[in-house]
Antibody, heavy 124, light 107 residues
Framework: QVQLQESGPGLVKPSGTLSLTCTVSGGSISSNNWWSWVRQPPGKGLEWIGEAHHSGSTTYSSSLKSRVTISVDKSKNQFSLKLSSVTAADTAVFYC?????????????????WGQGTLVTVSS | DIQMTQSPSSLSASVGDRVTITCRASQAISNSLVWYQQKPGKLPKLLIYAASTLQSGVPSRFSGSGSGTDFTLTISSLQPEDVASYYCQKYNSAPFTFGPGTKVDIK
């Protein structure tokens, strides 16, 4: 069974860069899937941040693309998120998720496996 | 980008009631829609994909329908363990936008 686990600092200073890693176990990051990050501010809804493929291809949310980088490390079976120039509005629980599809005409946006989530607070 | 809306934003119903949640896309997305359930303090759980296909292990009281721009999630007989927020999300292509969520409580 595929499992995902987020790791990284729980506190980031304003204007700094938020960095998180998701470790995939029970499966290969080089499988036919894409790997996404989703965030959820306290008490609010889910927001998709972006996705990456083991080939190095990425897609990002329009509203965050100027500040986001997602990358895959095949040797470690991990993928990572970097979000720059953070403010208090970026405080959220960050989830990593596996994206899959069952139809060749769609994107890999069926998130069937999720990490437990990690709270990142932006504060000085 | 395609926007997703949901209604109602919250509802309260009695155990055994039939509950319906509506999701609307600002442009047609065929049947490329998923529903997630998120219980308080927990991670989201995939309930339904392709608008109407139940994920393995999901109780049969959950069902989904719709295509194009209008979709529904129905709980045929609400149970106490169904207290949660429910989110729709499009996946025809990135960006994979979520709806704002519907919070379901027991009356």
């Amino acid at each position: 069974q595929v499992q995902l686990q987020e790791s990284g600092p729980g506190l980031v200073k304003p204007s700094g860069t938020l960095s998180l890693t998701c470790t995939v176990s029970g499966g290969s990051i080089s499988s036919n899937n894409w790997w996404s990050w989703v965030r959820q501010p306290p008490g609010k809804g889910l927001e998709w941040i972006g996705e990456a493929h083991h080939s190095g291809s990425t897609t990002y949310s329009s509203s965050l693309k100027s500040r986001v980088t997602i990358s895959v490390d095949k040797s470690k079976n991990q993928f990572s998120l970097k979000l720059s120039s953070v403010t208090a509005a970026d405080t959220a629980v960050f989830y990593c998720a596996r994206g899959t599809r069952y139809d060749f005409s769609t994107g890999y946006g069926i998130f069937d496996h999720w990490g437990q989530g990690t709270l990142v607070t932006v504060s000085s | 980008d395609i926007q997703m809306t949901q209604s109602p934003s919250s509802l309260s119903a009695s155990v055994g009631d039939r509950v319906t949640i509506t999701c609307r896309a600002s442009q047609a997305i065929s049947n490329s829609l998923v529903w997630y359930q998120q219980k308080p303090g927990k991670l989201p759980k995939l309930l339904i994909y392709a608008a109407s296909t139940l994920q393995s292990g999901v109780p049969s009281r959950f069902s989904g329908s719709g295509s194009g721009t209008d979709f529904t999630l129905t709980i045929s007989s609400l149970q106490p363990e169904d207290v949660a927020s429910y989110y729709c999300q499009k996946y025809n292509s990135a960006p994979f936008t979520f709806g704002p969520g519907t919070k379901v409580d027991i009356k």
